[in-house]
């Protein structure tokens, strides 16, 4: 085999195993050069339950037992009082799973703040904002995500961020339906408790 051809083989196996590294999370390009942020969200969600409802149903696979039905998409590593660090999955292309190591802060019962540790990009930092209005929660989501390198940090920011956002709106759903009914469960508890 010629040199040439090493030469390119070994080129693109390193360009196939850097791309599979940023878009797994495993490797983090952070070089602090051309770094360029944009916006996650903002996503509203309407949610027909009280707010401490809403607040215990995002909390509990965190602060709680991580139910087996989240154990593909979420691992706590480290719990606090009112801190977890966590890896979330979130399936890509072609069979590959990016994996984010973030730290995840509760302040109940209005706020839950996200920081991002290790995934694709350099920076992310989130939030959910929970308003309660006669027994009705509004949840707003928003963030900042950031990536390095100029315009192939631009490119790459909006790709990893139209996903993010695309996986915090299933989330959010979730969220919603868990916690209506809930609510629900607890409202027909009391109305035949009344009776």
Known sequence: MSRRRLLVGGALAAAAGAYVGVVTG????????????????????TIAAPREVVFDVIAAPYLGRTPMALAGKLRVLERGEDMVLAEHYT??????????????????????????????VPYVVE??????????????????????????????GGVVGRRWDAAVAASLAGVGAEAERRAGVRAAASRSRGR
């Open 91 to 120: 399936p890509v292309r072609g069979g590959l799973v990016a994996t984010t190591v973030e730290t995840v802060r509760f302040s109940r019962p209005e706020r839950v703040s996200f920081r991002l540790v290790r995934g694709p």
């Open 26 to 45: 495993r490797v983090t390009v952070d070089l602090g050069w051309g770094r360029s942020s944009r916006l996650l969200g903002p996503l509203v969600v």
């Open 127 to 156: 939030e959910f904002l929970l308003q309660e209005q006669d027994g009705v929660t509004t949840l707003r989501y928003r963030g900042e995500l950031a990536a390095d390198l100029w315009a192939l940090g631009r490119w790459w």
